[in-house]
């Protein structure tokens, strides 16, 4: 399998990359990117004194956007360098040393390069490395790298920290809705609910403008949990236009996935999103996915549910979800 990162080192002297990766007009980002004045992704203070005021701010950016940035969230500053520390220490070993927690078919977990097929249309210009890290059960730590040895340490820490920060989060959007606090959670899988971290790593790309990261999609998660580092990249698909979200340092950025607008019926809206790349800087993201446990059966809730309002997904479990969206099957 070859991957990106070594396509990068040998683009970066040809100074073109494989036509593989170039976008048709109509995602290329020179082309399609919206530079005119447009609002930024909400940032919400999760230290406000006001709680109905947070509430209200969840509750508008998810219907709104689908997306907002956290600030003040409670995750120490420390645990995210070290996550994103030891992340970049593995993409910088030598390539037989992270072939060793390659993905192997049919698993969810290890480093990668997603395969794509001619009908699938370009390549992506990333690489990956998925591990569970929450709850304990679910993790295999084969998939885990030895190498740094600081890895497993700094992914427990992090997982420890985020758990309050999406309970409180899923606490917020249900109250939201008019809900009892528990609601979401519990119908995502309560303490069951399982956190699959990602790391992204976007090597620089000589045809910046012509490529994309990772294409538009929207998360199948419940709510999905990132930190970036510093390189800007992640756009957000709103009013007809493709805009750049900010970066800020030590902000969180919280998208709502495609089960949290199942259960609310459509009343939160998942967002879709895509990645750009940079000509000379190396981007990285650490998105972390709160997903269902693979039975737990997923539909609006009856809450949401009318004769006037009837509902507009169909319930099933995650895993067939997950199986269709994989599979480009409709849902
Ligand atoms: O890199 C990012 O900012 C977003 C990545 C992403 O959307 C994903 O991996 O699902
Ligand atoms: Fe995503």
């Known amino acids: 399998m070859e991957r990106v990162q070594c396509v990068a080192s040998v683009s970066k002297e040809a100074r073109t990359i494989p036509v593989d990766f170039i976008r048709s007009v109509d995602e290329q980002p020179s082309i399609t990117t919206f530079h005119g004045p447009v609002p930024d992704v909400p940032v919400i203070d999760m230290?406000?004194?006001?709680?109905?005021?947070?509430?209200?701010?969840?509750?508008?950016?998810?219907q709104e956007w689908g997306i907002f940035q956290v600030v003040n969230h409670g995750i120490p500053p420390e645990a995210i360098q070290q996550l994103q520390r030891v992340g970049k220490e593995?993409?910088?070993?030598?390539?037989?040393?992270?072939?060793?927690?390659?993905?192997?078919?049919?698993?969810?977990?290890?480093?990668?390069t997603k395969i794509t097929n001619k009908q699938e249309g370009s390549k992506n210009w990333v690489d990956f490395l998925f591990n569970n890290i929450w709850p304990p059960l679910q993790i295999n730590h084969d998939f885990w790298p030895k190498n740094p040895p600081e890895y497993r340490n700094a992914n427990e820490e992090y997982a420890k920290h985020m758990i309050p920060l999406v309970d409180q989060l899923l606490e917020y959007l249900s109250l939201g809705l008019g809900l009892d606090g528990n609601v979401l959670k519990t119908a995502s899988g309560g303490d069951d609910l399982r956190y699959l971290l990602k790391i992204n790593y976007y090597p620089p790309?000589?045809?910046?403008?012509?490529?994309?990261?990772?294409?538009?999609?929207?998360?199948m998660s419940a709510i999905t949990l990132l930190v970036p580092n510093e390189v800007q990249g992640l756009q957000v698909f709103k009013d007809d236009h493709w805009i750049n979200a900010k970066y800020i340092p030590n902000a969180m950025i919280i998208h709502i996935g495609d089960q949290i607008e199942i259960l609310s019926n459509?009343?939160?809206?998942?967002?879709?999103?895509?990645?750009?790349?940079?000509?000379?800087?190396?981007?990285m993201s650490w998105p972390v996915f709160c997903e269902p446990p693979a039975d737990t059966v997923i539909g609006?809730?009856?809450?949401?549910?009318?004769?006037?309002?009837?509902?507009?997904?169909?319930?099933?479990?995650?895993?067939?979800?997950?199986?269709?969206?994989?599979?480009?099957?409709?849902?």
């Open 47 to 62: 230290a406000n004194t006001n709680r109905d005021q947070i509430i209200d701010e969840i509750v508008k950016a998810s």
């Open 205 to 219: 790309c000589p045809c910046a403008d012509m490529a994309l990261g990772v294409p538009a999609h929207t998360d």
């Open 300 to 331: 609006p809730l009856p809450q949401f549910v009318s004769d006037k309002n009837p509902a507009k997904f169909k319930a099933k479990k995650f895993k067939d979800y997950q199986y269709c969206k994989l599979n480009k099957i409709p849902q």
């Open 266 to 283: 459509g009343k939160y809206k998942s967002v879709l999103h895509r990645t750009t790349v940079k000509k000379d800087e190396t981007r």
């Open 90 to 112: 593995f993409f910088g070993l030598p390539q037989e040393e992270k072939e060793k927690v390659a993905m192997v078919p049919g698993q969810l977990e290890g480093y990668g």
